[in-house]
């Protein structure tokens, strides 16, 4: 019993994925209105007729005539490619044109299977196939060379706005990234003055009672007698009435009140009225608020007790934790912003004043302090506030929306607008990519050029579409001039397949383009049953 026999072709994931994205586009066209009667659609798909028929459900099938699907008996759907995208982008080559300058001048070879596999001449593959031409008419931007040789993809204005295609221009700019982590407001531990009492004595009155009032320096504190003080005046005027005030008795004396902390002012007025002072007034020594108090009116005192602790807070520290990973980035003097929990959008901006030389091994972190100002003491000791450190600040570098981006494995593309509704995707080198969504741009673009932001999904999608069917095309033309078209009672007499991918087959010697290996060829009976 004969069996029907079609020419085999290569089949490869580069071919699949283009199948797939071709579908999904078509798809997409259907819905959006932009079908083949549409005028809307798209315009200067790379074709070699003006229409083609495909099977909804088999997109590898295209015919030049209206019919029905061989593999599942659908009907065909039209397919209204226009122009060849060539043909349109030869108004803008002037002499490359083939109306022009009469035969078509070959830019550059690449192979089928792996456009970025770029040759100056004919050649073989990686794969072992032929190298094919990129004519000087049909290729982009040297920039588009480097993209793999990509052609300029032409949308209509309409159909730009369905799509939602925003653009964005190119620009220098200042890009940094910020850590954002947690702190926690402190009282600075250099502006805490702490009042303690080299003597014992009881307290006579007190005067800033009240935790958390502000007081100034020199503002009276409390008074306390104390019989030791009142002994060592006494020893002072003593002194001075046997020797004078520069008698060594009044001279030890002196240094004696001294060491208890009186000041010079208190220690001559004692001279001056010529009689030990019963009770002595303590004053605060700076200015700030009273944060700890541990005296009362009556109280028996001790030397060495701690009475008061007073704080300046018109400078705060904020201490936060960064992680590990994070640390290295982290440096004395680098800007700091700093939000309260309870006052969402008031940012202060500050620095990072030290960063501590242990990590924490329990939580993995690096303690940082940061110095704020506080003007009208809006940060209140206590409180949680998320902190941004700002790192890796870089001025004037050129920048794009990093959503503009496309990234495909280790190549990242943008699409340049190149006026007239045409888009060049272009390959391109980023730096630093920053925060309030921007990226840095090495090498691949200049400033001024306009990519797009948004809609860049599918505009990749009709490039490789237009690639496919330009490759299907091509094919489909290479078969028929060979006399190997789609009767059913021919078929090739030998073919090559792959030994670990049988599905993998050519009608010529080659490589397996999924592992590498060599195909082998195989005897094949025409018009002979099995």
């Known amino acids: 019993m004969n069996q029907n026999k079609k020419p085999l072709k290569m ?11 071709l579908f999904s586009t078509l798809l997409f066209l259907q819905v959006a209105g932009c079908g083949p009667d549409n005028s809307a659609g798209l315009s200067g798909t790379p074709v070699l007729g003006d229409t083609l028929y495909t099977c909804a459900m088999h997109p590898q099938v295209m015919r030049s005539e209206p019919g029905e699907c061989p593999q599942c008996g659908m009907d065909l759907v039209a397919i209204d490619t226009g122009t060849d995208a060539d043909h349109v982008d030869h108004a803008d080559h002037g002499d ?6 009469g035969e078509r001048k070959i830019s550059h070879w690449v192979a089928p299977m792996d456009p970025a596999y770029v040759r100056d001449g004919p050649g073989k593959s990686p794969m072992g196939m032929d190298l094919v ?22 949308i209509d204005p309409v159909m730009q706005q369905n799509m939602g295609v925003r653009l964005e221009r190119v620009e220098r700019q200042t890009i940094f990234r910020h850590i954002r982590t947690v702190g926690e407001v402190e009282v600075g531990e250099s502006e805490v003055s702490v009042v303690n009492l080299r003597f014992s004595g009881w307290v006579e009155k007190v005067y800033a009672d009240k935790t958390g009032e502000l007081v100034t320096a020199g503002q009276a504190l409390f008074d306390i007698y104390s019989p030791e003080l009142v002994s060592a005046q006494e020893e002072y005027l003593l002194g001075i009435r046997t020797g004078g005030a520069t008698g060594e008795l009044a001279k030890s004396a002196e240094r004696k009140l001294a060491l ?14 010529g009689r ?16 700890r108090k541990s005296i009362v009116e009556g109280a028996r005192v001790k030397a060495g007790s701690d009475l008061y602790h007073v704080g300046d807070l018109s400078r705060i520290w904020v201490t936060a934790d960064v992680y590990e990973y994070d ?18 959008g008031r940012v202060v901006e500050g620095s990072v004043a030290y960063v501590y030389p242990t990590l924490d ?3 993995r972190t ?3 302090r940061l110095e704020f100002d506080n003007p009208g003491y809006l940060l209140k000791p206590g409180m949680f506030a998320t902190v941004y450190i700002e790192f890796r600040r870089k001025d004037g570098v050129l920048a794009v929306p990093t959503e503009a981006i496309l990234h495909s494995g280790r190549r990242e593309l943008v699409f340049v607008a190149r006026g007239g509704g045409r888009f060049e995707p272009r390959e391109i080198t980023t730096g630093l990519v920053g925060d309030h969504h921007v990226t840095e741009v090495l090498e691949g673009l200049s400033e001024g050029e306009l990519v797009v932001a948004s809609g860049q999904f599918l505009l990749d999608s009709e490039s490789q579409l237009q690639e496919a069917i330009r490759k299907m095309l091509g094919r489909s033309e290479t078969a028929g001039s060979s006399g190997q078209g789609y009767d059913d009672d021919e078929g090739p007499e030998e073919i090559y397949a792959c030994p670990m991918h049988p599905e993998v087959v050519s009608n010529e010697p080659g490589r397996c383009p999924e592992c590498g290996m060599f195909l082998e060829k195989k005897d094949s009976t025409r018009g002979q049953g099995r």
């Open 276 to 291: 030990a002072n019963r009770v002595l007034t303590v004053r605060a020594p700076r200015r700030g608020f009273i944060l």
């Open 260 to 273: 208890w902390d009186l000041s010079p002012k208190d220690i001559a007025a004692i001279a001056e009225a």
């Open 96 to 101: 490359s044109s083939p109306a022009a300058g």
């Open 366 to 368: 690096l303690r940082v």
């Open 133 to 154: 031409p990129v004519y000087l008419d049909a290729a982009a931007s040297p920039a588009g060379v480097k993209a793999g040789g990509a052609t300029v993809v032409r």
């Open 11 to 21: 089949k490869s994931t580069v071919l699949a994925s283009a199948l797939t994205v």
């Open 327 to 344: 640390a290295p980035w982290v440096e004395p003097g680098q800007k700091a912003q700093m939000e309260l929990t309870h006052a969402r």
């Open 361 to 363: 091994e329990g939580s």
